[in-house]
């Protein structure tokens, strides 16, 4: 296949002024009916031609008239008047047969939809792309007693319902849902006094688990009002638990659809962090309505427009709602652990792609992730205000339009005055830069010199200079603060600042709050680490001085240089029992950097990572952790004890991690006893899910993992968390064996993407296990992606991204995950989804 270049964009021939849609469900005939008023568009005259894919096309007729189009696989073309026109066409299509959750499929019984990027060509011919946008009406026909579409609801009768959607939207935006559902429903009233009805659907047996999700609903509309000043524009507002699911959510105009791992939770079934993560979901989805519905993106190349503006919104929204420092650091974790790793690699691209064969594929954390982080960078680059204010001005330009990062920044320099013509490269280069930082002290005089440089990406040998805010502070050497936070701006690869009149050298804390996505590099040694772990006013910088410490102390271990350093034990014991720190930031410190991560560190400083070695050294130094901070673990386990009813805030969700992090500690020192006491007690998943970890960690827990089982056999959700923790937490040499038995139970239906992540995502994230000498984690991963690849393309092209680091490893490992890559390759009728990730990431 043919990649498409951001270069060859055109708009569109012809516009859409209006769509009229009927559905005639029927699991394997549905019949869909289009009505569509076509204009020519007079700034890019050119031929008509519709997009479609796996249809049956039955009738079209252009302005009563009927004609006989030509049609391949993807796409149909007509003779056509040459002003505008009403299109009519009857295409049937097969819900039921639609594995690859992409179009109209079912799941459970239920219909649904997903049309976000290009799945609206499998529901009928259309110009299938985000810059066309319409008003679109819906008649939904069956006997089903929930039928749901975007938009308002119209009329109602026996076995019919339409809705009508006024604000005009692109295809992707499109939903339909039916089937046999119940609604836990609320109510909002906008600033403006518009009453929303709100409801959220599910199957009848989780009708307990919504009121979180619609808990969070309403708190998300009311901090866009307050903080961005963006109201809900329709009277309804439904939202829609699918079990079967490929991403996590979807924004569809007034009808968004989630998997429901993404919003159904009970203190009972759900996990602190599922709770979290369900509440930023459902506020991403929300926030999606202005940045994203009401502003598109012009082509897919754009993603980032709407993905990397509404990822930084739902990260300042829990920031907001949750500890802000908290929230920072686990973002920073997410970002290094999938971002970096990413742009580390084979699959590194811009922010703004150039370049794709399947766009699925480029809904990356590059495009979320990093995108947020430019977006954060602009607004400390302006500042708060002129950042409030271009949003504004966006919103006020472009309401109702599809967009481009142009158009983007052109608000900001408008706003500002500022030239944002080298920030623009932060979208078009990829790989993370390098900061590297040394120190001059004379007189009085504090200098800091910067070099940067970002290495060679896929496509791009050679990098230009990135405007980079440096957030920096100094610190005494009694720990007060001699320079408050103070943001240096890079622009070239050599930059010196310096700060005078100082009474005595400083400490610098650099790069506070991590202000932008970069490794620092600076030759600290262990006593300043230590320092800045006790003093820094920056709770980042705070966390990341242990962070520092630990990748240093592991890193040594794995390469023989020193065993578990006891100053550094010591100053973690310090933390641990430090009662004025959040204890959530407490657990974050005490969390020991990933060994993906101590593999990446590794590479870096070109050593070959070995994984059973850096898993022995990572269990080396909790064991020795545990038994240097014995006690205070003891005394912190009871002191976190929860207190009262459980509720899923920020306040108590930090406890019980500190709880459960101490508990796996101890495990290592009791054997388990506590963590079987916990296990007995719990009376939430939290603390439940916690001991049974800490017990699969230390080789115990198996009448636990039985008991469990038989309480949660009909949970499918949490059954997936059976699923995975075996997997996930299995020593090395029996990962592969133990995902090999689970893949045969007969509850792993692997068809169903959460159950199959569950399994085969859960072994490549046991990096020992996956990446045993023996290979079998290789082979279990790539047979499972063979079978899953003519079923659901899009899961695994995604899952195909565990062999991108493919390149760290010995001679041996890389053999073995070649042959493996080779053999997806080569599996016949390979999708274009996966074709192109695994060639990207063999090249
Ligand atoms: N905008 C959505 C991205 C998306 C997606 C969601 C579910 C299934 C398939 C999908 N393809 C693309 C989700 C979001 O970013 O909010
Ligand atoms: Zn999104």
């Given at each position: 296949?043919?990649?498409?270049?951001l270069?060859?964009?055109?708009?569109?021939?012809?516009?859409?002024?209006?769509?009229?849609?009927?559905?005639?469900?029927?699991?394997?005939?549905?019949?869909?009916?289009?009505?569509?008023?076509?204009?020519?568009?007079?700034?890019?005259?050119?031929?008509?031609?519709?997009?479609?894919?796996?249809?049956?096309?039955?009738?079209?007729?252009?302005?009563?008239?009927?004609?006989?189009?030509?049609?391949?696989?993807?796409?149909?073309?007509?003779?056509?008047?040459?002003?505008?026109?009403?299109?009519?066409?009857?295409?049937?299509?097969?819900?039921?047969?639609?594995?690859?959750?992409e179009?109209?499929?079912?799941?459970?019984?239920?219909?649904?939809?997903?049309?976000?990027?290009?799945g609206?060509?499998?529901?009928?011919?259309?110009?299938?792309r985000?810059d066309?946008?319409?008003?679109?009406?819906?008649?939904?026909?069956?006997?089903?007693?929930?039928?749901?579409?975007?938009?308002?609801?119209?009329?109602?009768?026996?076995?019919?319902?339409?809705?009508?959607?006024?604000?005009?939207?692109?295809?992707?935006?499109?939903?339909?849902?039916?089937?046999?559902?119940?609604?836990?429903?609320?109510?909002?009233?906008?600033?403006?006094?518009?009453?929303?009805?709100?409801?959220?659907?599910?199957?009848?047996?989780?009708?307990?688990?919504?009121?979180?999700?619609?808990?969070?609903?309403?708190?998300?509309?009311?901090?866009?009002?307050?903080?961005?000043?963006?109201?809900?524009?329709?009277?309804?507002?439904?939202?829609?638990?699918?079990?079967?699911f490929?991403?996590?959510?979807?924004?569809?105009?007034?009808?968004?659809?989630?998997?429901?791992?993404?919003?159904?939770?009970?203190?009972?079934?759900?996990?602190?962090?599922?709770?979290?993560?369900?509440?930023?979901?459902?506020?991403?989805?929300?926030?999606?309505?202005?940045?994203?519905?009401?502003?598109?993106?012009?082509?897919?190349?754009?993603?980032?427009?709407?993905?990397?503006?509404?990822?930084?919104?739902?990260?300042?929204?829990?920031?907001?709602?949750?500890?802000?420092?908290?929230?920072?650091?686990?973002?920073?974790?997410?970002l290094?652990?999938?971002?970096?790793?990413?742009?580390?690699?084979?699959?590194?691209?811009?922010?703004?792609?150039?370049?794709?064969?399947?766009?699925?594929?480029?809904?990356?954390?590059?495009?979320?992730?990093?995108?947020?982080?430019?977006?954060?960078?602009?607004?400390?680059?302006?500042?708060?205000?002129?950042?409030?204010?271009?949003?504004?001005?966006?919103?006020?330009?472009?309401?109702?339009?599809?967009?481009?990062?142009?158009?983007?920044?052109?608000?900001?320099?408008d706003?500002?005055?500022?030239?944002?013509?080298?920030?623009?490269?932060?979208?078009?280069?990829?790989?993370t830069?390098?900061?590297?930082?040394?120190?001059?002290?004379?007189?009085?005089?504090?200098?800091?010199?910067?070099?940067?440089?970002?290495?060679?990406?896929?496509?791009?040998d050679?990098?230009?200079?990135?405007?980079?805010?440096?957030?920096?502070?100094?610190?005494?050497?009694?720990?007060?603060?001699?320079?408050?936070?103070?943001?240096?701006?890079?622009?070239?690869?050599?930059?010196?600042?310096?700060?005078?009149?100082?009474?005595?050298?400083?400490?610098?804390?650099?790069?506070?709050?991590?202000?932008?996505?970069?490794?620092?590099?600076?030759?600290?040694?262990?006593?300043?680490?230590?320092?800045l772990?006790?003093?820094?006013?920056?709770?980042?910088?705070?966390?990341?001085?242990?962070?520092?410490?630990?990748?240093?102390?592991?890193?040594?271990?794995?390469?023989?240089?020193?065993?578990?350093?006891?100053?550094?034990?010591?100053?973690?014991?310090d933390?641990?029992?430090?009662?004025?720190?959040?204890?959530?930031?407490?657990?974050?410190?005490?969390?020991?950097?990933?060994?993906?991560?101590?593999?990446?560190?590794?590479?870096?400083?070109?050593?070959?990572?070995?994984?059973?070695?850096?898993?022995?050294?990572?269990?080396?130094?909790?064991?020795?952790?545990?038994?240097?901070?014995?006690?205070?673990?003891?005394?912190?386990?009871?002191?976190?004890?929860?207190?009262?009813?459980?509720?899923?805030?920020?306040?108590?969700?930090?406890?019980?991690?500190?709880?459960?992090?101490?508990?796996?500690?101890?495990?290592?020192?009791?054997?388990?006893?506590?963590?079987?006491?916990?296990?007995?007690?719990?009376?939430?998943?939290?603390?439940?899910?916690?001991?049974?970890?800490?017990?699969?960690?230390?080789?115990?827990?198996?009448?636990?993992?039985?008991?469990?089982?038989?309480?949660?056999?009909?949970d499918?959700?949490?059954?997936?968390?059976?699923?995975?923790?075996?997997?996930?937490?299995a020593?090395p040499?029996?990962?592969?064996?133990?995902?090999?038995?689970?893949?045969?139970?007969?509850?792993?239906?692997?068809?169903?993407?959460?159950?199959?992540?569950?399994?085969?995502?859960?072994?490549?994230s046991?990096?020992?296990?996956?990446?045993?000498?023996?290979?079998?984690?290789?082979?279990?991963?790539?047979?499972?992606?063979?079978?899953?690849?003519?079923v659901?393309?899009?899961?695994?092209?995604?899952?195909?991204?565990?062999?991108?680091?493919?390149?760290?490893?010995?001679?041996?490992?890389?053999?073995?995950?070649?042959?493996?890559?080779?053999?997806?390759?080569?599996?016949?009728?390979?999708?274009?989804?996966?074709?192109?990730?695994?060639?990207?990431?063999?090249?």
């Open positions: 296949p043919q990649p498409i270049y270069k060859d964009y055109r708009p569109p021939a012809w516009l859409v002024e209006d769509v009229k849609l009927t559905f005639r469900l029927d699991p394997t005939a549905t019949r869909v009916l289009s009505r569509i008023r076509f204009v020519p568009n007079p700034d890019a005259p050119g031929a008509f031609k519709l997009d479609g894919e796996k249809l049956k096309l039955i009738s079209a007729a252009i302005d009563g008239v009927p004609v006989e189009p030509e049609i391949t696989d993807t796409q149909l073309t007509c003779k056509t008047p040459d002003g505008p026109f009403t299109w009519e066409a009857e295409v049937e299509i097969d819900p039921q047969g639609n594995t690859t959750l179009g109209l499929y079912m799941s459970n019984g239920m219909y649904c939809t997903q049309c976000e990027a290009e609206f060509r499998k529901i009928t011919y259309y110009p299938d985000p066309v946008m319409a008003p679109f009406s819906v008649r939904i026909e069956s006997d089903l007693p929930v039928l749901l579409s975007n938009g308002n609801p119209g009329k109602r009768g026996d076995a019919f319902a339409e809705w009508i959607d006024p604000w005009p939207k692109p295809a992707y935006l499109f939903a339909l849902v039916a089937g046999e559902l119940v609604a836990h429903e609320d109510s909002f009233t906008t600033a403006g006094g518009k009453d929303v009805d709100l409801a959220i659907w599910v199957r009848e047996a989780d009708i307990g688990k919504c009121a979180f999700g619609m808990d969070a609903l309403k708190r998300s509309m009311l901090w866009d009002e307050q903080v961005y000043g963006r109201e809900y524009d329709l009277d309804v507002f439904n939202i829609v638990a699918v079990d079967d490929n991403m996590g959510a979807m924004e569809n105009k007034g009808l968004n659809i989630f998997n429901s791992a993404a919003v159904l939770a009970s203190p009972e079934t759900a996990t602190d962090a599922n709770f979290e993560r369900i509440e930023s979901i459902i506020a991403h989805e929300y926030f999606h309505n202005w940045t994203g519905n009401r502003i598109t993106c012009r082509d897919w190349f754009q993603l980032c427009l709407k993905e990397g503006l509404t990822v930084f919104r739902d990260q300042q929204f829990s920031a907001d709602e949750r500890s802000a420092a908290v929230r920072r650091i686990d973002d920073v974790l997410a290094r652990a999938r971002q970096f790793r990413e742009d580390n690699g084979p699959l590194a691209h811009p922010v703004r792609p150039q370049s794709f064969v399947e766009i699925n594929n480029f809904y990356t954390a590059t495009v979320y992730e990093k995108g947020a982080e430019l977006i954060r960078m602009l607004k400390r680059l302006v500042g708060d205000n002129a950042y409030y204010e271009a949003l504004e001005l966006y919103f006020a330009r472009h309401d109702g339009q599809a967009c481009t990062i142009e158009d983007w920044l052109a608000v900001f320099e706003a500002t005055g500022r030239d944002l013509s080298q920030f623009k490269r932060w979208y078009s280069q990829a790989g830069p390098r900061v590297y930082v040394t120190e001059d002290w004379r007189d009085g005089s504090y200098t800091l010199q910067f070099h940067q440089e970002t290495p060679p990406t896929p496509g791009q050679e990098k230009r200079s990135l405007v980079i805010p440096v957030a920096v502070g100094l610190l005494a050497q009694n720990g007060s603060e001699l320079r408050g936070t103070e943001v240096l701006e890079l622009t070239s690869r050599e930059q010196s600042f310096t700060f005078e009149n100082l009474p005595e050298r400083p400490v610098p804390s650099i790069l506070r709050e991590f202000s932008a996505p970069v490794i620092l590099h600076r030759n600290s040694d262990k006593a300043e680490r230590l320092f772990l006790r003093h820094d006013t920056d709770s980042f910088n705070k966390w990341e001085a242990a962070r520092g410490l630990m990748k240093d102390c592991l890193t040594g271990m794995a390469l023989g240089e020193n065993t578990a350093d006891e100053d550094l034990l010591s100053a973690l014991a933390v641990l029992r430090d009662d004025t720190l959040d204890p959530a930031f407490r657990a974050l410190v005490l969390q020991q950097p990933s060994e993906d991560d101590i593999a990446q560190t590794l590479f870096e400083a070109n050593t070959t990572p070995d994984p059973t070695r850096i898993h022995q050294v990572s269990e080396q130094f909790a064991n020795a952790f545990a038994a240097h901070a014995e006690g205070s673990l003891a005394s912190v386990f009871t002191a976190m004890k929860p207190e009262g009813v459980y509720a899923p805030d920020a306040q108590g969700a930090g406890r019980r991690a500190l709880l459960n992090a101490s508990l796996t500690l101890l495990s290592r020192r009791d054997g388990g006893e506590r963590a079987a006491e916990q296990y007995d007690t719990a009376d939430n998943m939290t603390l439940q899910l916690g001991s049974l970890s800490a017990l699969l960690r230390v080789g115990s827990g198996i009448s636990q993992l039985e008991r469990f089982y038989d309480q949660w056999a009909d499918r959700l949490v059954l997936d968390k059976w699923f995975s923790m075996q997997v996930a937490l020593t040499g029996d990962a592969a064996r133990i995902a090999t038995d689970l893949a045969e139970h007969p509850k792993f239906d692997w068809k169903n993407p959460n159950r199959f992540r569950a399994v085969v995502g859960g072994l490549a046991n990096a020992a296990g996956f990446h045993h000498a023996s290979g079998k984690g290789y082979d279990f991963v790539s047979d499972w992606l063979i079978r899953l690849d003519p659901n393309p899009q899961t695994t092209a995604r899952m195909s991204t565990v062999f991108e680091t493919w390149r760290r490893y010995d001679a041996d490992r890389q053999d073995l995950m070649r042959a493996a890559l080779g053999r997806i390759q080569s599996s016949p009728g390979l999708s274009r989804d996966t074709g192109e990730m695994v060639a990207r990431i063999l090249e």
